[in-house]
C-alpha cells in the first residue's frame, strides 16, 4: 500500500503511508522499486568500492541478517547482483546521497506518563527545506533539486521472516532511515541532531561497516522490546558517523526511558529514568555546554525550548498530565525560521508526533505552513495511525 496522506498547501511537504508486510527480501525489493520509480535512483549509485561494500556485507551477515535479506531483494530492484563485492544494497537513499551533513536540524522530545494513555513519547521534528545542493553549496545553488525532507514517509513494515513489525517517520534512506518510530513491543525511538559536537573525529567520514546515527534505530526497532535491550545495542554493536552527531531519546511500554548520547570518542553515554519523564532538545544534557554557547545561535535556542518545556511541566507537576496537554506543550516549541537576508521560509516543524506505545498508537500532525510572521507554524488536522499486529 502506497498512499499519499498529506500535500502542505504550500507544496514544501508530500508525506505518504507505506505498508508493507513479506519476508524481509520482498520488502527491501518493494522500498528500491519506490526509489527507482519514483527518485530516478540509478543502479550505479549502489555500487561502492570493492572492499568497502565487501566488509559491509561481512559485518552485516554477522550481526544483521534481516538487513542482508532487505539488501537481496533492493539489489534485485535494480537489477544487480547482490554478491557482486562493489554493490551495496544495505540501504537506498533518496533526494540525497549519504553521506551528507545537512546544515539546518533542530528537534524538541518530551515524555511523561499520562492519565490517558499510558506513557506518551511526544516529538517535534524540525528541519530546513533544503536540497542537497543548498546544503552543501548555498541557497539557489540548484533550484530544481528536491528538498531533502520534501517527502517523508510514514512507513509501516510487517516482516514475516525476521524483525518485528515497526511503524516509523522515514526519511534519507527509504531502508533505514528511521527519524522517531515504534515497534510491536511499545518500544519508541527518536533522534536529534547533537549540534554542540566539537570533536574532530565526528567529521563524517565515509560509509563504513556497522550501524550509522539512522541504522541504529532501524536496527532496535527489529530487535528490541526494552529499553535494556536498546541499552546493549549501544554498547555490543559497532556504530560509526555517517553524516551528523545525534543522541537520542528511548522509550518502552513499561515507561522507563533513556538519554543517550555520543562522548567525544564514540562511546555511547545513556542516562535511565524508570518514572517515564524525560525532555531533550538538540544541545547535550550529559556533558558540559562549551563556554562560547551565549554567542552560539543554535544552543541558544535549543536551550530555550527546553526551558520552555520545563516551564510548562513546572506549571503544576501534580496536575495528571494528559497526551493532549503533552500536544501543547509541543506546540510551544514548535517553529518556523526564515532566511535571514530575504526572509523567505527556511523550514521549520516538519512533523510534531505523539507515540503511545500502551496502544501501539501515533497520532500526528504535519507542517502545512510557515504561518504568521515569526511565529509557529500552521500544522496540519491530527493523523492516526496504528500498529496493526494482523499486518
Known amino acids: 500500500m502506497d498512499v499519499m496522506v498529506h500535500q502542505s498547501p504550500d507544496e514544501r511537504l508530500a508525506v505518504r503511508h507505506v505498508r508493507i508486510r513479506g519476508c524481509n527480501e520482498a520488502i527491501g525489493e518493494s522500498v528500491g522499486h519506490i ?24 559485518w552485516a551477515v554477522r550481526h544483521y541478517p534481516e ?33 551528507t551533513p545537512p546544515q539546518i536540524v533542530g528537534c ?20 530546513g527545506f533544503l536540497s542537497l545542493p543548498d546544503a552543501v553549496l548555498g541557497p539557489g545553488a540548484c533550484p530544481e533539486a528536491p528538498a531533502m525532507l520534501s517527502e517523508p514517509y510514514v512507513m509501516e513494515i510487517h516482516p514475516t521472516d525476521g524483525g518485528m513489525s515497526a511503524l516509523f517517520m522515514c526519511a534519507f534512506d ?9 515497534n510491536e513491543a511499545g518500544l519508541v525511538v527518536s533522534m536529534m541532531q547533537l549540534i554542540d559536537r566539537t570533536a574532530s573525529t565526528f567529521s563524517p567520514p565515509d560509509i563504513e561497516p556497522g550501524l550509522n546515527e539512522l541504522e541504529v534505530l532501524r536496527f532496535i526497532l527489529d530487535r528490541c522490546r526494552t529499553v ?22 528511548i522509550a518502552d511500554a513499561d515507561g522507563v526511558v533513556m538519554m543517550a548520547e555520543p562522548g567525544d570518542d564514540n562511546t555511547m553515554h545513556t542516562v ?36 520552555r518545556m520545563d516551564a510548562k511541566v513546572m506549571v503544576d507537576p501534580d496536575h495528571p498530565f494528559t497526551a493532549d496537554r503533552l500536544a501543547q506543550i509541543a506546540d510551544q516549541v514548535a517553529v ?9 521560509v527556511l523550514g521549520g516543524t516538519l512533523w510534531s508526533a505523539s507515540y503511545r506505545p500502551r496502544s501501539r498508537a501515533l497520532a500526528i ?22 500498529l496493526d499486529q494482523a499486518g
Open 35 to 58: 526509489a527507482r520509480s519514483r527518485y530516478r535512483v540509478a543502479a550505479q549509485d549502489l555500487l561502492l568500492p570493492e572492499g568497502v561494500a565487501e566488509s559491509r556485507r561481512k
Open 67 to 99: 538487513l542482508v535479506a532487505r539488501g537481496i531483494g533492493i539489489a534485485r530492484a535494480f537489477g544487480l547482483d547482490p554478491s557482486d563485492p562493489k554493490v551495496d544494497a544495505l540501504g537506498v537513499g533518496y533526494n540525497m546521497p549519504l553521506p
Open 108 to 127: 524538541s522530545v518530551l515524555t511523561s506518563p499520562t492519565a490517558d494513555a499510558g506513557i506518551v513519547v511526544q516529538r517535534n521534528f524540525d528541519f
Open 174 to 182: 527509504l531502508c533505514n532511515g528511521v527519524i522517531d518510530g515504534m
Open 228 to 249: 535494556e535491550d536498546a541499552q546493549r545495542v549501544f554498547e555490543e554493536q559497532r556504530r560509526y558517523l555517517s553524516w551528523m552527531p545525534c543522541h537520542y531519546i
Open 272 to 307: 535511565v529514568k524508570r518514572d517515564g519523564s524525560m525532555r531533550s532538545t538538540n544541545h547535550s544534557l550529559l556533558r558540559q555546554i562549551p563556554g562560547s554557547w551565549e554567542n552560539d545561535r543554535e544552543i541558544r535556542r535549543s536551550l530555550e525550548r527546553l526551558q
Open 336 to 344: 518556523s525560521t526564515q532566511w535571514p537576508e530575504s526572509g523567505a
Open 365 to 386: 500532525r504535519f507542517w502545512s505552513g510557515p504561518g504568521a510572521a515569526g511565529r509557529r507554524p500552521a500544522l496540519s488536522p491530527e493523523m492516526h495511525f496504528r
